[in-house]
């Protein structure tokens, strides 16, 4: 295990001496956590520093009280900087998506650490505040994007086969949680009226579309001319794998979340995290 470490952290730091390297893992300690487990909690005063080593974080910042994920950060990540230098609380909670692996450094140790080799101090010290200052600009910027240009207005329509039904209905919760505007046939579709119709006014009055990706869907003819109709009008599609499939060349190029290779958490954490990303540039 300490050699995977080892490399990992050579990874993180390609610009530091590995006899250093060497140095920091030995100061710490590897520890293994479940998902749902808060690393970090905001408004502590917590002294450790992590080195994610294996597995996915996410991001909450407050708002108004109220928790918000925001970003979600992956393996060869650190977090927790500030810990080894100040006293000061916790701007945020930290939780696992998924099981990890983290380098736990103390303050402590780290000052002993510090105190025999030198070189340690300003080499990471430097390493871990530029890192800190990137990640918490680019946080900071797009939660103040996110909650000055976000509204419910910003409809995303949800475009699946309904062989794939309990899927979208677990999903569509999820992202109603996060307060995303989500339209949907089987909740949004109104009696009395054409069905043609409505999906395609929600269709038109929708800023992204989710296209769930599976065999079926991609078997159903609906569903083509639904994507097709997306990308001709040059509106945001983002593909979601819900089951594997050979995706279509028109899809092929797009970045897209999967959920048949992650774990249900880590997907979620993603697609959220664009979406906020996909909102703030739309209205940017």
């Not at 920091?24 to 487990?37: F, T």
């Not at 989710?210 to 078997?219: A, E, K, R, T, V």
Request: net charge negative; hydrophobic share 40%; aromatic share 10%.
């Amino acid at each position: 295990m300490s050699q995977t470490a080892l490399k990992t952290l050579i990874e993180i730091f390609p610009d530091v001496e590995p006899t250093v390297v060497q140095s920091l893992l030995d100061c710490g300690e590897i520890k293994r956590y479940p998902e749902k487990v808060r690393l970090c909690q905001n408004g502590e005063i917590e002294d450790v520093f992590y080195i994610l080593l294996e597995g996915q974080v996410d991001i909450y910042r407050y708002v108004e009280g109220e928790p918000e994920l925001v970003d979600y950060l992956p393996r060869g990540s650190c977090f927790g900087e500030i810990a080894l230098i100040l006293d000061v609380p916790r701007t945020g909670d930290v939780v696992t998506s998924e099981p990890v692996e983290v380098l736990e450094i103390s303050r402590s140790r780290f000052n002993d650490l510090a105190e025999k080799t030198p070189e340690i101090l300003k080499t990471v010290t430097r390493l871990v505040l530029e890192r800190m200052l990137r990640q918490e600009e680019r946080r900071l910027l797009q939660l103040v994007k996110y909650q000055k240009q976000r509204t419910l207005t910003q409809q995303i329509f949800v475009s699946y086969s309904h062989k794939d039904d309990l899927f979208v209905r677990k999903l569509t919760r999820h992202l109603k949680e996060h307060r995303f505007n989500i339209w949907v046939d089987v909740f949004n579709i109104r009696a009395g009226k054409s069905w043609a119709r409505q999906i395609g006014e929600a269709l038109d009055q929708s800023h992204i579309m989710l296209l769930i990706l599976s065999p079926d869907s991609l078997n159903s003819e609906n569903v083509e001319d639904e994507w097709n109709y997306y990308l001709d009008k040059k509106k945001m599609l983002v593909p979601i794998v819900y089951r594997k499939c050979d995706i279509p060349y028109r899809l092929f190029k797009l970045q897209h979340i999967d959920f048949a290779e992650l774990s249900y958490g880590s997907a979620l954490t993603q697609l959220i995290a664009n979406l906020n990303v996909i909102y703030a540039n739309q209205n940017s």
